[in-house]
């Protein structure tokens, strides 16, 4: 290395301290009072080997993942690394969710969210709530507003573990109560009640009153560390503690936490491992529980879990459009036959006709037979000239389709709500997904054309003598351009083959290699890297060539338009070109020299389950140590990490590495380079992906992508981009809550503007997808430099509204002098004004023999009663372990015990073994208070069993039964208790013979 090179990797290294230090001197000023949010708070508090949310929360989910496909099929060695680029997505809106209850301003300092300060009950009712709000919107298939309830569960569940004296009573278990209301629960100490001693060092032992650590049933408390100043902490109760707590040096001094592995920030450090293996043990049990509920398959939904890529269509149904709804049902046809036979989910199918004035309906399924009805029903009829709703119609498709996606828009004609346009593009942007324009209209519009056009729609309207504006497709093209999707202007003709490109991207596994526009009138060079993960090589290029010359990583070429050759085939129709790389495909870079007139875009896709996820954040100076993410766009010129997961890497691929990210401008030059650091160094063993972090010294001014490059096994350079444009901005929105909307109510939602710039006014258009706020139209305010701006907007939810659906509200910033735009996206789930949160229940009544040594040789039985005590009534069981029989029948009536042989109890009568599916109960015609009665019966080789139990409001309760069971608490009987029993067993004798009996 010269002497040149030396230094300035030297100053590189300097540079690198330096910030560093900067952060962790920033977060010196801030406390903590949590489990730590995410990988980069173990570098914050130079506790490497903690357990952090991030990672119990992606442990605990790859597991019950990987668990529930192997239990569905293949193996479980090589199954993590296809799971596809949306599960990490999915994964990634859990994670951060969890840890947004750290940063957000409404969140973070309040203790019940976080079981600070002894609010245990209040903790304990915001954890069902969760829990309720989670499988409301997981049975509504609304699985973004599922992960972020779930998210946000997971991240109080944690808290308890850490922040309570739950590990140090000698607790090995988790506490059920907390999401079981009818297990037994532990009560808390009063406020007048003192719960820890002096502690005059950073390590705390046994500064816990005796009866904080007492094993024994009837003499246990619970209690939790106050943190901070809010609410007071009366003397004699515990600290949270640690470096950044001020209640620290408050009688009783010291503290409890188990947040990390430093006894800097974690009295209790020493019990670390135990806190985070219970609250791992606990978010694993709500993982269960949920899928359990809600089934296996929609449990890997939510997930997204090897879903191929949704196909999304948006079309123009107006009567000019019969080539193109045949084209784009042709396509849909071809997609669905090709995806038949492939491993894994077919994913989702969406559909939203437009014309002038209506948009929609949403048709919306998991059913590709469903999906092909509704293309088959779907006609080119009526409408009139132009424009048409096209830009509302993609905001319906963008709300009701999963991130990550393509949309497909077929039209002849121009917007005509082009207010809409920001809105659109903030969902664009918000959930990265690509909008791509099928247009068949030539947009130098002539008055001949016009009228052709017109004709071909309606004979009875008259001609049109005007030209239509050349530049009313811009807003296609720049809503394509920063999403970084296409816009295509072809012919009715070739629409068909030009829908090829919608069977090329949805695709699975599909990646970037290279994505450019250019306005340039001359020969354009553009180079992109094939790595050896790599195949299936396409170039779409749209535009009108005049040449263009394909060369290999050998040197060898091939004139594309003039000659056929061994590199690559090309098909060209009216706006686009499609080249396909022949195999096998060289690794290395490969290059293409075009000369075009006018506009021209390139984009490569090629096939490999390599591919990454990014996201721009901050380290927080507020109540928690860590980065907080970014949303929206970043704020131009200031500094910030850009933090990075790749997917898709095998364990055999250790030499693969990554090295930087280079931000590329409009037309693909680099404006910055970006060097990356693992995040490995400070994982706990076993971690399950490895984080990439950057630090962005000044954020680019104009608009970019973010381009990853590095090296495969074979040292060939690897490359991947994300094509959406990111649109750096002075002005920052942030969404303060996203409180629930209940039918028949009006809500507020309150938001925070931060002007960066100077001195100006500013305009915001808030939209939602189904008509709930209460104005619509724009807000104009002047906010002064650095200052910020409150505001909120109110919506009503009409009583017809349906509980667990979403409600999409996006919120767009926008100022004109000097230009600026920023966005900000809230889902809104409406619930019931009073819902059923209370599980089922079972308890043992009798147990009928116990086991002698010799197993096979005996059985075992055991009664049990299963009942509802909310209002919800019991809905089905299910035997989930064991490998006896469950027999189960109707309570005979309270006040009527001995008429045991009616007919409806004996036409109900069921037998239940593992592996029959669930037990549709709520055609019993039970109402919410009546019982089931059951026996189940075992050999005593098979000493346990799992019954699980749903109410109508979806509910769980988990039963566990095993040989020998009894409690004395049911067993003692009365007179009408003795009767009971005497009923059930003549009833599961054979004295009875059911008239009929179902499974």
């Known amino acids: 290395m010269s002497q040149g090179r030396k230094r300035r990797h030297c100053k590189r290294n300097q540079r690198s301290a330096h910030r560093f230090m900067f952060a962790y001197l920033l977060l010196l000023a801030s406390p903590c009072s949590c489990f730590?949010?995410?990988?980069?708070?173990?570098?914050?508090?130079?506790?490497?080997?903690?357990?952090?949310?991030?990672?119990?929360?992606?442990?605990?989910?790859?597991?019950?993942?990987?668990?529930?496909?192997?239990?569905?099929?293949?193996?479980?060695?090589?199954?993590?690394?296809?799971?596809?680029?949306?599960?990490?997505?999915?994964?990634?809106?859990v994670v951060h969710a969890n840890a947004d209850m750290d940063f957000l301003s409404t969140t973070r300092s309040d203790p019940v969210y976080h079981f600070d300060s002894e609010r245990v009950?209040?903790?304990?009712?915001?954890?069902?709530?969760?829990?309720?709000?989670?499988?409301?919107?997981?049975?509504?298939?609304e699985h973004q507003s599922a992960r972020r309830s779930l998210g946000r569960l997971f991240h109080s569940l944690q808290d308890f573990y850490s922040h309570s004296n739950w590990?140090?009573?000698?607790?090995?278990?988790?506490?059920?109560?907390?999401?079981?209301?009818?297990?037994?629960?532990?009560?808390?100490?009063?406020?007048?009640?003192?719960?820890?001693?002096?502690?005059?060092?950073?390590?705390?032992?046994?500064?816990?009153?005796?009866?904080?650590?007492?094993?024994?049933?009837?003499?246990?408390?619970?209690?939790?560390?106050?943190?901070?100043?809010?609410?007071?902490?009366?003397?004699?109760?515990?600290?949270?503690?640690?470096?950044?707590?001020?209640?620290?040096s408050m009688a009783a001094k010291g503290g409890i936490n188990k947040d990390s592995t430093s006894p800097l920030f974690s009295p209790h450090h020493f019990l670390h491992v135990e806190a985070a293996t219970l609250a791992s043990e606990a978010t694993l049990s709500v993982l269960r529980d949920l899928r359990d509920t809600v089934g296996h398959k929609t449990f890997l939904r939510l997930f997204s879990v090897k879903q191929a890529p949704?196909?999304?269509?948006?079309?123009?149904?107006?009567?000019?459009?019969?080539?193109e709804i045949t084209a784009a049902r042709l396509r849909a046809h071809s997609i669905i036959r090709n995806r038949a036979d492939l491993p894994g989910q077919p994913g989702s199918f969406l559909l939203v006709p437009f014309h002038d004035p209506e948009v929609g309906p949403v048709y919306e399924t998991d059913d590709p037979h469903q999906f092909m009805e509704y293309m088959e029903n779907l006609m080119a009829l009526g409408g009139g000239d132009e424009p048409e709703m096209c830009l509302t119609a993609i905001q319906l498709a963008l709300t009701h389709s999963p991130p990550l996606?393509?949309?497909?828009?077929?039209?002849?004609?121009?917007?005509?709500?082009?207010?809409?346009?920001?809105?659109?593009?903030?969902?664009?942007?918000?959930?990265?997904?690509?909008?791509?324009?099928?247009?068949?209209?030539?947009?130098?519009?002539?008055?001949?054309?016009?009228?052709?056009r017109s004709r071909r729609r309606t004979r009875r309207r008259k001609r049109r003598r005007e030209p239509l504006p050349p530049d009313r497709f811009s807003l296609y093209s720049s809503l394509s351009s920063l999403s970084g999707g296409l816009t295509i202007?072809?012919?009715?003709?070739?629409?068909?083959?030009?829908?090829?490109?919608?069977?090329?991207?949805?695709?699975?596994?599909?990646?970037?290699?290279?994505?450019?526009?250019?306005?340039q009138e001359q020969t354009s060079s553009r180079s992109f890297g094939v790595d050896g993960s790599v195949k299936d090589v396409t170039v779409h290029i749209t535009g009108l060539l005049s040449q263009c010359i394909l060369t290999d990583p050998s040197g060898q070429t091939q004139s594309l338009l003039s000659e056929q050759g061994s590199l690559a085939s090309i098909e060209s129709f009216t706006g686009l070109y499609r080249v396909r790389l022949l195999p096998p495909v060289q690794p290395g870079q490969w290059n293409l020299e075009a000369t075009a007139v006018g506009h021209i875009a390139f984009n490569v896709i090629g096939d490999s389950v390599v591919d990454f996820l990014y996201y721009?954040?901050?380290?927080?100076?507020?109540?928690?140590?860590?980065l907080a993410r970014l949303e929206g766009s970043p704020v131009a010129g200031v500094p910030t990490f850009l933090v990075l997961a790749v997917t898709g890497r095998s364990p055999r691929d250790e030499k693969v590495s990554f090295s930087h990210v280079t931000l590329l401008g409009a037309e693909g030059e680099s404006l910055k380079k970006v060097l990356l650091n693992s995040s490995s160094f400070s994982a706990p063993s076993s971690s399950i992906a490895e984080d990439l972090i950057g630090w962005v010294d000044a954020v680019p001014r104009a608009p970019f992508s973010v381009r990853l490059t590095g090296r495969d096994g074979g040292g060939n350079k690897l490359e991947r981009v994300a094509t959406e444009m990111v649109q750096p901005t002075h002005v920052q929105i942030q969404v303060l809550s996203a409180p629930p909307l209940v039918p028949g109510h009006s809500t507020m939602v309150d938001f925070n503007i931060l002007n960066h710039g100077p001195d100006r006014v500013f305009s915001l258009t808030a939209e939602d997808d189904s008509g709930y706020l209460h104005t619509r139209g724009t807000q104009r305010f002047h906010i002064a430099a650095r200052k910020l701006f409150h505001s909120q907007v109110g919506l009503?939810?009409?009583?017809?509204?349906?509980?667990?659906?979403?409600?999409?509200?996006?919120?767009?910033?926008?100022?004109?002098?000097?230009?600026?735009?920023?966005?900000a996206v809230a889902y809104l789930t409406v619930v019931p004004p009073d819902p059923d949160t209370s599980p089922p229940s079972c308890s043992a009544t009798r147990a009928q023999s116990f086991c002698p040594p010799a197993c096979n040789e005996s059985t075992w039985t055991v009664s049990l009663v299963v009942s509802d005590g909310g209002r919800s009534g019991l809905a089905a069981l299910k035997l989930q372990k064991g490998q006896g029989t469950l027999t189960l029948l109707p309570a005979p009536a309270a006040d009527k015990p001995d008429e045991a042989h009616p007919d409806r109890l004996v036409q109900h009568k069921a037998t239940l073994a593992v592996g029959d599916p669930p037990l549709n109960v709520s055609q019993w015609a039970l109402d919410s208070s009546e019982a089931l009665w059951g026996s189940y019966t075992s050999s005593c080789c098979s000493a346990q069993a799992e019954l699980l139990v749903w109410d109508a409001a979806g509910n769980m309760k988990r039963c566990r039964l095993a040989s020998g069971q009894q409690r004395p608490l049911k067993d003692t009987r009365t007179e009408h208790g003795k009767r009971c029993t005497d009923w059930w067993t003549a009833m599961v004798r054979d004295d009875v013979k059911p008239k009929k009996k179902s499974h």
């Open 489 to 519: 202007f072809t012919s009715n003709s070739d629409i068909h083959s030009v829908s090829s490109i919608v069977e090329d991207n949805t695709a699975a596994d599909k990646v970037t290699l290279l994505h450019v526009e250019t306005d």
């Open 121 to 141: 009950d209040g903790a304990t009712a915001m954890l069902r709530t969760f829990w309720a709000r989670t499988l409301l919107s997981a049975r509504a298939n």
């Open 405 to 452: 996606s393509e949309i497909f828009v077929f039209t002849d004609a121009s917007p005509k709500d082009a207010h809409m346009f920001d809105v659109v593009k903030a969902l664009a942007l918000a959930k990265q997904s690509k909008v791509t324009f099928l247009l068949t209209e030539d947009p130098n519009y002539t008055t001949e054309r016009t009228a052709r």
């Open 616 to 626: 721009f954040a901050t380290v927080t100076n507020e109540t928690h140590p860590g």
């Open 310 to 323: 949704a196909l999304v269509f948006v079309m123009d149904t107006t009567g000019s459009m019969f080539e």
């Open 167 to 248: 590990v140090e009573m000698g607790q090995r278990s988790i506490y059920q109560h907390l999401l079981q209301p009818d297990e037994p629960a532990i009560p808390v100490a009063e406020g007048g009640t003192p719960t820890c001693m002096e502690c005059f060092s950073a390590t705390c032992r046994n500064n816990l009153l005796p009866r904080l650590t007492s094993a024994q049933a009837d003499y246990r408390l619970l209690t939790t560390g106050y943190f901070s100043t809010f609410p007071p902490k009366p003397e004699g109760k515990c600290s949270h503690g640690g470096l950044l707590d001020s209640s620290r």
């Open 796 to 823: 009503h939810t009409p009583a017809s509204a349906q509980g667990g659906a979403t409600v999409t509200l996006t919120l767009s910033v926008h100022a004109v002098d000097p230009a600026d735009t920023n966005y």
């Open 36 to 93: 730590l949010p995410n990988f980069w708070s173990r570098v914050l508090t130079l506790s490497w080997n903690s357990y952090t949310h991030q990672y119990i929360t992606e442990q605990a989910v790859l597991n019950i993942t990987l668990d529930t496909l192997q239990q569905q099929r293949g193996s479980h060695a090589e199954e993590k690394t296809r799971l596809g680029r949306g599960f990490w997505r999915a994964l990634g809106e």
